[in-house]
Nanobody, 115 residues
Framework: VQLVESGGGLAQPGGSLRLSCAAS????????MSWYRQAPGKGREWVAI????????NYADSVKGRFTIARDNAKNAVLLQMNSLKPEDTAAYYC?????????WGQGTQVTVSS
């Protein structure tokens, strides 16, 4: 299983970023996919989840209404559209999947929200 995130960077408060996670090594369209984040000095926090078909999504209260998770099963990719960014969204963002009883994480992509 390999997960590779991209799309992080610096954004101003109120701005937007779009993260991508390219997945390989497993049957992508059979598994739910999640995004987590970890801010400096804090534990890892769940952000959003999308079911295998993309039919159901769920979000942490802290991002609900601002972030949107989506997936492209043809491209084995999961996306996180982040709008109305706040300084407290600053964190490393990780793609996650549970496959065969094992937990798999990407290397993370840094998002910094600052003026």
């Amino acid at each position: 299983v390999q997960l590779v995130e991209s799309g992080g960077g610096l954004a101003q408060p109120g701005g937007s970023l779009r993260l991508s996670c390219a997945a390989s090594g497993f049957i992508f369209n059979s598994y739910d996919m999640s995004w987590y984040r970890q801010a400096p000095g804090k534990g890892r926090e769940w952000v959003a989840i999308i079911t295998s078909t993309g039919g159901i999504t769920n979000y942490a209260d802290s991002v609900k209404g601002r972030f949107t998770i989506a997936r492209d099963n043809a491209k084995n990719a999961v996306l996180l559209q982040m709008n109305s960014l706040k300084p407290e969204d600053t964190a490393a963002y990780y793609c996650f999947v549970r496959v065969g009883g094992g937990e798999h994480w990407g290397q993370g992509t840094q998002v910094t929200v600052s003026s």
